[in-house]
């Protein structure tokens, strides 16, 4: 590859507050409502799994957390058919600001060259998060 891959970088405003924003962002049962089944988010260096049912399930560990404000773990998805290791490893970032009548949250999923990982797998991933932070975004903020 004879370029590095920029992360991908999204953001939405909400009117919801930064507390209620962050508790969407790391309580599993907020979590359920608009992305997928989660586990608690624990201290830096504590597992992170993220499951979408079939089989689709993300592995990680929690590298970065400012309560309230900031979290990050590594995402790699465990493939069903290999026991020994999961897939390569990259990065997912979220924050939360205070914004002007209501918060914003960033996210960063970055590390795709440095996985071995390609345009289309980045380009993938960020479809899906535009998605999911849509439904974020309407969870937050449903009278739009």
Do not use: K, N
């Not at 790391?26 to 409502?33: G, S, V």
């Not at 089944?37 to 400012?66: I, K, M, N, Q, W």
């Not at 970055?110 to 849509?134: C, P």
Request: hydrophobic residues 40%.
């Amino acid at each position: 590859m004879s370029h590095t891959l920029p992360p991908i970088l999204l953001e939405i405003t909400t009117r919801a507050s930064p507390a209620e924003t962050w508790a969407a962002l790391t309580e599993p049962d907020r979590i359920a409502a608009w992305f997928t089944d989660a586990s608690p988010l624990g201290d830096v260096g504590s597992a992170y799994r993220l499951d979408f049912g079939d089989g689709s399930v993300v592995e990680g560990v929690v590298t970065e957390l400012e309560p309230g404000h900031r979290f990050a773990h590594t995402w790699a998805w465990a493939d069903a058919d290999d026991d020994v290791l999961p897939g390569p490893s990259t990065m997912v970032t979220w924050s939360v600001e205070p914004a002007p009548r209501g918060a914003r949250v960033t996210l960063t999923h970055g590390g795709w060259t440095e996985a071995g990982l390609d345009e289309v797998v980045r380009d993938d991933h960020e479809g899906y998060w535009v998605g999911y932070l849509d439904d974020l975004a309407a969870i937050l903020d449903p009278a739009g």
